[in-house]
């Protein structure tokens, strides 16, 4: 597994030049809160500048992986992202780099995995986070994802996580097995913004020449049909009722889980939901059923997640603990909407769960671990 080292990550970015100038970042809000008045020890200025800061610390540590790439003998390749790259539009079931700099990976025209940085050596396949966030305990299931995205798209390479945070940050003994952690002092983007509002001249960009650089469009990666796969996860874990199980623990499934972060099962009827969620408002609402799916816990077991559809825009994700409700709404352009366009077309009555059939897929559900 790579390691850290001092010349790794040092501290200063002197080598790097104006670089991080270059890379694309939205400081329009902050500017409009800096003219108001606000005080920078206001919460909604740090809120905005904690964001801003951590893009920058994303390109600032990037920047540093390039010039240990480059020298470093056990990496083979690594994709080359942001101002490095010329601009291109992300395509559809590839990898590849967005027109914002980032390496993405979509399904159809939606993304379903972004990732900070790659890097390949001869036999492991390293995705790098970068993150300022003071615990990391809640990065669990995007790891899963992302890690799960990456094993399909690379069935050779051994997949690999390693995260760059600031020293303090808490939570890193919980990580699994397959993440490494990368510690740097602690860093602030303050100069940064005040050259970018100022707009100071900047110094040419300095490009990194090595034969390592790839580009993620022209990776040879193995074939991921999202929703064709989708579809075939619906229909085998209904080839039982209320689900096959064995289907359900195997490892390829419990991968596909990882990606979709829920596996759909079926559906209720509005009227049967209602029984046992009599608190919700349906006010305005077009629902003609609740889809309903497994999710991943973060302590290592399952539990079921509802989604009501509205109307062609409005979806609600509903989980339920201890009786108690809680709605989320789901973003209107997001995947989970267009993933329920898919189900409403191969979901036909077949998928209709009883109250029963809820009831036992509950209590299989609750004892299961992973």
């Known amino acids: 597994m790579l390691t850290i080292n001092e010349t790794v990550i040092p501290e200063g970015d002197i080598e790097l030049g104006d670089n991080l100038l270059y890379y694309d970042y939205n400081i329009d809000h902050i500017l409009s809160l800096e003219a108001k008045g606000?005080?920078?020890?206001?919460?909604?200025?740090l809120s905005a500048f904690r964001s801003f800061e951590g893009e920058v610390y994303e390109n600032y540590i990037y920047e540093k992986?390039?010039?240990?790439?480059?020298?470093?003998?056990?990496?083979?390749?690594?994709i080359i992202k942001g101002p490095h790259k010329h601009r291109t539009r992300a395509q559809s079931d590839a990898l590849s780099v967005s027109w914002k700099g980032q390496i993405i990976y979509r399904a159809r025209h939606k993304e379903i995995?972004?990732?900070d940085g790659l890097l390949f050596t001869d036999k492991e396949l390293y995705f790098v986070e970068m993150t300022?966030?003071?615990?990391?305990?809640?990065?669990k299931k995007r790891l899963r994802k992302k890690r799960a995205l990456l094993e399909v798209l690379f069935p050779r390479y051994?997949?690999?996580?390693?995260?760059?945070?600031?020293?303090?940050?808490?939570?890193?003994?919980?990580?699994?097995?397959?993440a490494s952690v990368w510690l740097t002092k602690p860093y602030s983007a303050r100069h940064i913004l005040e050259r970018l509002s100022t707009k100071s001249p900047r110094a040419p960009m300095i490009r990194i020449e090595s034969d390592k650089i790839a580009h993620a469009e022209e990776l040879k990666i193995s074939a991921f049909k999202y929703y064709a796969t989708l579809s075939w996860m619906l229909r085998s874990l209904r080839g039982k009722d209320p689900i096959d199980i064995d289907f359900f623990r195997k490892p390829t499934t419990q991968r596909y889980h990882d990606i979709y972060t829920k596996v759909y099962?079926?559906?209720?009827?509005?009227?049967?939901?209602?029984?046992?969620?009599?608190d919700l408002n349906w006010n305005g609402s077009n629902a003609s059923r609740v889809v309903v799916a497994i999710e991943k816990d973060h302590s290592g077991g399952y539990f079921l997640t509802y989604f009501v559809r509205h109307s062609a825009k409005k979806l609600d994700n509903i989980t339920i603990f201890s009786g108690v409700s809680k709605v989320a709404k789901k973003d209107p352009f997001g995947i989970t909407l267009t993933e329920m366009n898919h189900?409403?077309?191969?979901?036909?009555?077949?998928?209709?769960?009883?109250?029963?059939e809820h009831t036992e897929l509950q209590n299989t559900v609750e004892k299961l671990t992973h």
Do not use: C, H, Q, W
Not at 66 to 76: D, F, H, M, P, Q
Not at 343 to 355: A, G
């Open 38 to 45: 606000m005080s920078i020890e206001d919460e909604g200025y």
């Open 65 to 78: 992986l390039l010039r240990y790439a480059a020298n470093e003998s056990r990496i083979k390749s690594f």
């Open 113 to 115: 995995g972004e990732f």
């Open 132 to 139: 300022l966030v003071k615990s990391v305990s809640n990065l």
């Open 158 to 178: 051994s997949v690999k996580a390693i995260l760059v945070l600031n020293e303090g940050a808490t939570g890193t003994s919980d990580l699994p097995p397959y």
């Open 265 to 278: 099962v079926g559906y209720l009827s509005v009227e049967d939901f209602k029984t046992f969620v009599p």
């Open 343 to 356: 189900l409403d077309k191969i979901m036909d009555s077949n998928f209709v769960l009883t109250l029963a």
